[in-house]
């Protein structure tokens, strides 16, 4: 296993052109030189739209099913099923919680059977023959012959699998193949390194970056759902979808493609049991123990389990996340029901949840090209387990912000604790008198959280996976907003008037605890340098 300090470094001087091409060796010390992001290739900017259109299908189709499934079409916010907000709530979190969980079995058949490129290809495919489903069935005419019902549960399947492997950075990390750090010289004379680390942070940054303007998608669509129609808002989605394919195949020999093999699972499995029967030292599982105290053969070698250790330390630092996804996914759901209740001054109240990606897409340069840049000038090493803390913080305070508005809620007439319930909301259309656009702090603390959490938390995934489980580490990661979706879902007994105070209460109090526990158990591992593998 070789470390980011360990790796042979045969420095190349490259002009401030920055090709990147070897002129001669390194005189100075390295640790002299300021590290610096690479050239970023452009298989990584194709990658990114393609991440950017399936986030815009998603997005698009996602962000009027809240509406869609609460509301019925005599509503003051127009909708098809009616089936009110803690069943909307829930057949949401299920679609999110099957989409993201998705993405392990996705994982499996990328690594041992299709290969990374072909898995996310036939993915698209099926996430836009979902798209197509869900945009056919909400016409008018198919609304009252009755097939939305069935299209709707149709589409929600096809849509969740096939985001599971069209939403995974797999193929976006695996672009930059550099691993040789190459000194430059800038345009004032200053030598300056590449660093490896810095380069897959910034470029997922980017990647996060060009997902939130994707996101912007449920801009459009939610305004088109309510001033023309359901139908018209999913026929965005279809589109993007449909374009998302174009690079994939136009540009298919210029992505580096890694060959399915073997999977590893069954020895890592094995090598799990192995070390667990050690007393839960993995270095037990080494074939030299194995060989000494059991005179037992193993296939795996000394290197294997040490690069399946540093793929356990990430999933262990994962394992607090379904907590933040559990607090973020209130932006899907219940913080549009919240909207719902309060004046909206003509703009639907599933449109105000494009502040979280308006906010991302302004705030990710302010913090990846300016906060991060600072600190490395300053050599301050703002390292992943501190950067997620920070995070959590801020997850944090946006949720008891939302507990403090939910009580101005409860505290404004004419219903009170029961908005668009009482007989002066003349049958639920005058909401509370106050305004749907106090949630801006909460959207805005909420990108920042993602900000800190999402793209280190991705980047941290690929950073400790070893070679052979990438796909399988970066699926855990993301499966941990599915177990969030899921968690959401235990929640739906308290999702309703007048107990969202307690709920949102309670979040607030749970992000806290964990922000505190995350810190305590995981910030020791800022005190070296990432293992890049």
Same mark, same amino acid.
């Not at 660093?195 to 998608?217: A, F, H, K, P």
């Not at 801009?219 to 589109?239: R, S």
């Not at 949102?504 to 340098?529: C, E, I, P």
């Given at each position: ?7 042979? +470094? ?8 920055? !090709? ?17 992001? $690479? ?64 993405? *392990? ?24 023959? %979902? ?9 008018? +005419?198919?609304?009252?012959? %009755? ?8 589409? &929600? ?22 691993? *040789? ?5 800038? !345009? ?6 590449? $660093? ?23 801009? &459009?669509?939610?305004?088109? /759902?309510?001033?023309? #129609? ?11 979808? #449909? ?34 029967? /050690? ?27 040490? /690069?399946? @250790? ?59 090209? #300016? ?7 300053? +050599?301050?090493?703002? %390292? ?15 949720? &008891? ?7 101005? &809620? ?46 280190? %938390? ?11 489980? !990438? ?25 309703? $008037? ?24 995981? #910030?020791?591992?800022?005190?070296? @340098?990432?293992?890049?593998?």
């Amino acid at each position: 296993m070789r470390t980011s300090d360990d790796i042979e +470094r045969q420095l190349v001087l490259t002009s401030n052109e920055n !090709k990147g091409e070897p002129q001669s060796q390194l005189e100075s010390n390295e640790e002299d030189l300021l590290p610096v992001v $690479d050239d970023v290739p452009i298989p990584v900017w194709l990658i990114a739209f393609v991440g950017a259109a399936e986030r815009f299908g998603w997005y698009g189709a996602t962000s009027p099913l809240q509406n869609y499934i609460q509301h019925s079409p005599s509503s003051s916010v127009p909708g098809v099923f009616g089936l009110r907000e803690a069943t909307a709530t829930n057949i949401v979190n299920a679609m999110m919680a099957a989409g993201y969980l998705a993405t *392990i079995p996705a994982a499996a058949v990328a690594d041992t059977w299709l290969g990374r490129y072909r898995t996310i290809l036939i993915s698209a495919v099926i996430q836009l023959c %979902g798209s197509m489903l869900l945009f056919a069935t909400s016409f008018p +005419r198919a609304v009252e012959a %009755g097939a939305t019902g069935g299209g709707l549960a149709a589409a &929600i399947v096809l849509i969740a699998l096939g985001s599971g492997a069209c939403d995974h950075p797999w193929l976006h990390s695996s672009q930059y193949p550099e691993t *040789i750090p190459k000194v430059k010289v800038l !345009k004032d004379g200053r030598k300056v390194i590449t $660093d490896r680390e810095l380069t897959i942070q910034y470029i997922y940054n980017v990647y996060y970056w060009m997902v939130n303007i994707g996101g912007l998608s449920a801009l &459009i669509t939610t305004l088109l /759902e309510k001033y023309v #129609g359901y139908w018209v808002a999913y026929l965005i989605p279809l589109c993007m979808m #449909g374009l998302l394919v174009v690079p994939l195949l136009a540009w298919r020999h210029t992505f580096v493609r890694r060959a399915p093999s073997d999977s590893i699972l069954p020895q890592a499995g094995r090598a799990m049991v192995y070390g667990i029967c /050690e007393g839960f030292q993995m270095d037990g599982a080494k074939p030299g123990t194995q060989q000494e105290k059991h005179q037992r053969q193993v296939p795996w070698t000394d290197t294997f389990i040490d /690069e399946l @250790k540093s793929g356990l330390l990430a999933c262990r630092v994962f394992l607090l996340f379904p907590l933040h996804w559990l607090c973020l996914n209130q932006t899907f759901n219940n913080l549009i029901s919240q909207a719902g209740q309060m004046v909206n001054s003509g703009v639907p109240n599933d449109t105000i949840k494009s502040l979280n990606p308006i906010s991302s897409v302004f705030l990710t340069p302010v913090i990846s090209r #300016g906060l991060y840049p600072f600190l490395t000038r300053r +050599r301050i090493r703002f %390292g992943p387990m501190a950067r997620i803390t920070v995070g959590f913080l801020f997850l944090t305070l946006a949720m &008891i912000y939302t507990a403090v508005l939910q009580k101005m &809620i409860y505290s404004a007439g004419p219903c009170y604790d029961h908005p668009l319930a009482c007989a002066a909301s003349d049958h639920g259309h005058i909401p509370n008198q106050i305004s749907m656009f106090l949630q801006t702090p909460i959207y805005v603390l909420g990108a920042i959280a993602e900000i800190f959490c999402f793209t280190t %938390g991705t980047e941290y995934a690929y950073n400790r996976a070893p070679k052979s489980m !990438k796909s399988v580490v970066q699926s855990v990661w993301m499966a941990t907003a599915g177990v969030g979706a899921c968690l959401a879902m235990a929640f739906t007994p308290i999702t309703k $008037d007048p107990h969202l105070v307690i709920m949102y209460s309670s979040l607030a109090g749970v992000m806290a605890v964990t922000t505190v526990l995350f810190g305590v158990l995981f #910030g020791k591992h800022d005190r070296k @340098k990432t293992v890049l593998l």
